[in-house]
């Protein structure tokens, strides 16, 4: 099992930047790919960027590519979500995912964590 603890959300006006982090605990936290999603209300959760075991591969939906940066850091077992330039319609809740693959799809991922609120203010 793998537990998923995500912090860092909060409200920002447009234009502004927020941090997410995800902490990882339960497993090599190395072996898994990891994925941030959101959901704004009335929608459906949708995929955000992706990021392989070593870091050394990134993938980003279009509607944040050049704004938003996902990292990791597997010495301290966390999973980072920069996003930069937020508009209003970045506000959703954003969800850490952890799987064995590199996926946009949400099925793809087996660990998920309770979400943290994104709100951006115009």
């Known amino acids: 099992q793998v537990q998923l603890v995500e912090s860092g959300g909060g409200l920002v006006q447009a234009g502004g930047s927020l941090r997410l982090s995800c902490a990882a605990s339960?497993?090599?936290?190395?072996?898994?790919?990891m994925g941030w999603f959101r959901q704004a209300p009335g929608k459906e959760r949708e995929f955000v960027a992706a990021?392989?075991?070593?870091?050394?591969?990134?993938s980003y939906a279009d509607s944040v590519k050049g704004r938003f940066t996902i990292s990791r850091d597997n010495a301290k077992n966390t999973a980072y979500l920069q996003m930069n330039s937020l508009k209003p319609e970045d506000t959703a809740v954003y969800f850490c995912?952890?799987?064995?693959?590199?996926?946009?799809?949400?099925?793809?991922?087996?660990?998920w964590g309770q979400g943290t609120q994104v709100t951006v203010s115009s």
């Open positions: 339960g497993r090599t936290f190395s072996s898994l790919v």
């Open positions: 995912a952890a799987g064995p693959l590199e996926s946009i799809f949400n099925y793809r991922y087996h660990y």
């Open positions: 990021i392989t075991r070593s870091g050394g591969s990134t």
